[in-house]
């Protein structure tokens, strides 16, 4: 079974940055494709990234030009730099995995998750 776990969560002052790693097991990492969701206290998981198999990567409109989802093949990893971190990015981040070209619209699909890494950014 394909497994996922994200790490480097933490807490940061606004203004910082964290980088998130999330690596994959039992398939081959270059064909899947990943997203980065997260879910703020008291509010519903959100797709803040997505990146597919060969490297296409769309972002939500909140963390545009703070946060850059990239790959590595050769690790087997799926990375989130996060850059200008506002206090609004309080929330717990999951690295999702899934075997299909999913679109932007069919984040509720992913298959594959890790447990989760807690962000928390101070004013």
């Known amino acids: 079974q394909l497994q996922v776990a994200e790490s480097g969560g933490g807490s940061v002052q606004a203004g910082g940055s964290l980088k998130l790693s999330c690596t994959v097991s039992g398939y ?8 980065w969701f997260r879910r703020p206290p008291g509010k519903e998981r959100e797709l803040i990234a997505k990146i597919d ?9 909140t ?10 093949n050769q690790k087997n990893a799926l990375y ?4 200008s971190l506002k206090t609004e990015d309080t929330a717990v981040y999951y690295c999702a995995a899934d075997l299909r ?8 699909m992913y ?10 950014v101070s004013s």
């Open 53 to 61: 198999s060969i490297g296409s990567k769309t972002y939500v409109d």
């Open 80 to 83: 989130l730099q996060m850059d």
């Open 63 to 72: 963390v545009k030009g703070r946060f850059t989802i990239s790959r590595d």
């Open 101 to 108: 070209r999913l679109e932007w619209a069919d984040a509720s």
């Open 111 to 120: 298959r594959f998750w890790g447990q989760g890494t807690q962000v928390t």
């Open 28 to 35: 081959a990492f270059s064909v899947c494709g990943m997203g």
